[in-house]
């Protein structure tokens, strides 16, 4: 019997499992990095009369890679049984073995099953399927998939279209699989165009139960990770949801599985079903599968550990599940990683799980910090419904609902996806992002009356108006209209929203009618208080709430960022970070023509070979790779001509904005000299 369970993990996998210690009162134990230290997978497990273990150091390699350290907490807080998670050590058989070493109960399959499936490479040759050699690759052969043998997450993934990049990409995926999973083993396989990612989660006891719970499609990918997923997987045939099932049965029966894992498979445009991996942990998806079963995975992977047979029967599968992963990243620009303070992170009228028919499931608060440490997740949304097609529209409804205050995030993504008619049809493939990205991001202007963004921003002007008025000690009427007895002078403000720069001014005047929008024809202004502006377009009403965050109103810590968004508008339209427009210049303006700045705080992993100052480069060419969030980013030359200043160097820590290196770029060709005048 488990009495005391310590979770390998962090963030909101850690959270996930301690809500099923909770529900069978098992004392939960954490772990965490001096970065984590206030993690709110820490202040879970505290709150839940558990404890925590000081991991010392920040990085992942430091921290949570470390089987010794992990053994030697559970060991110090009294922990019988241990928990990986997903993502880091959990497909690990040398930790596995650690863990029963130390008489503690490993919650996961047996070692030799994760030997036998964790390396995809062993599990592709137990499959039946001859390894390819990247040694004898030929133009015929592209495209090509380089992959990871250990871990998951896509990272460690490159796709590979030209064959004279191939041993660079080998190098890069190696380095990432290592420094993200201890493991820089990679394998190269034929990449399928247009292609559906679908999976099937499998139960097996000790007992020689093995048991399939229905069918996940994860096609919705960006850089090989998963973004949306939903169960089952719409629109396939009955027999090819049975022939997925019974491989995936099989290939568990082959290895002697127990646990909980999933069987993950690549079906071609022409429906032939390819073998990828088998993940022999639980996948971040498996809540679409809980709400479908009526099942907790975790409470289920704690009984096996504990000895229990699969129940007799297997639970009958009720309506669909549609998950989004929430990522603190910016799309609109390659999906960089974002860091910072969220001031507010809710979803209103989110349960804490099953069977809610809305569930968030997350690792971050309001106030909590993303460092640039680890994966980028912040949170999963689920929602549960009878058809799929309400399941989409309960879940897009959530997200615009959402108030996420602080770094980006690809919200605005995941509802443009939804809505997407690739997707609402389920003709959606793993190319879906490589071929939408752009519209997705940045979606055609909305010509119906003014544009939303200058709609944002006079309700940022207007709050901000009031909010000053309040500070001063007058008390606002519903209205500005009591303001003053005559006409004001117009009153102007500019906004940039952040990201993408786009800028917004807007004027307005105090009136003996209220207040006027000088340069908004049609809007009226219904009333204005520091925290909602409501706004009449057209003869329809709505609200834009705004939340301020500076120091004029105590909202946020002293010193603010200055290049911070210090409004946040959550419009009808979508949600702005806004930053007023100095009548300074912005300081980061001050740097030299051809500057290479820092797209994210992380450390310099490496320089391209050979790079020096004074070397000629061309635009694109790879100058140097950042580590973030337990990915390489490549950082490439912003224009042809010579590399004047380097100033990163490998092992480096670089802050967003850091100059990086200077470009000189190659002057443009003149005219010519003039021709010679005739005699």
Known sequence: MIRTLL??????????????????????????SD?????????????AGGAAVRLPGQTAAETYLRADLLVAAAVSAGADAVHPGYGFLSESADFARAVTAAGLTWVGPPPEAVEAMASKTRAKELMGLAPFDPSKAVESDLPLLVKAAAGGGGRGMRVVRELALLDAELASASAEAAAAFGDGEVFVEPYVEGGRHVEVQVLADAHGGVRALGTRDCSLQRRHQKVVEEAPAPGLPAGVA????????????????????????????????QFLEMNTRLQVEHPVTEAVYGVDLVAQQLRIAEGEPLPPSAPRPSGHAVEARLYAEDPASSFTPQTGRFHRLELPGAGAGAPHVLRLDTGYESGDTVTPYYDALLAKVIVHAPTR???????????????IHGPVTNRDLLVRSLEHEEFTGARMTTSFYDDHLATLTHPPADDAGPAPLRLAALAAALADAAARQQAGGAVLPARFGGWRNVPSQPQAKAYRAEPGGAEAEVRYRLTRDGIRADDLPGVRVLSAAPGRVVLEVAGVARAFDVAAYDTAYGAAPAAPDPTAPAAYVDTPHGSYALRPLSRFPDPRADTPPGSLLAPMPGTVVRLADGIAPGQAVRQGQPLLWLEAMKMEHKVTAPASGVLTALHAAPGGQVEVGALLAVVEAEAEPGPGPEPAANP
């Open 35 to 47: 970065a984590d230290a206030g993690a709110l997978h820490v202040r879970t497990a505290l709150d």
């Open 242 to 273: 049975a022939e997925l099932e019974e491989t995936a049965v099989r290939a568990a029966r082959s290895i002697g599985y127990v646990g909980a894992g999933t069987v993950e498979f690549l079906l071609a445009p022409d429906g032939r079903a």
């Open 389 to 403: 097609a309400e399941a989409i529209r309960r879940l897009t409804a959530a997200l615009r609902g959402a108030r």
């Open 7 to 32: 979770v390998a993990n962090r963030g909101e996998i850690a959270c996930r499992v301690f809500r099923t210690c909770r529900d069978l009162g098992i004392t939960p134990v954490a772990v965490h």
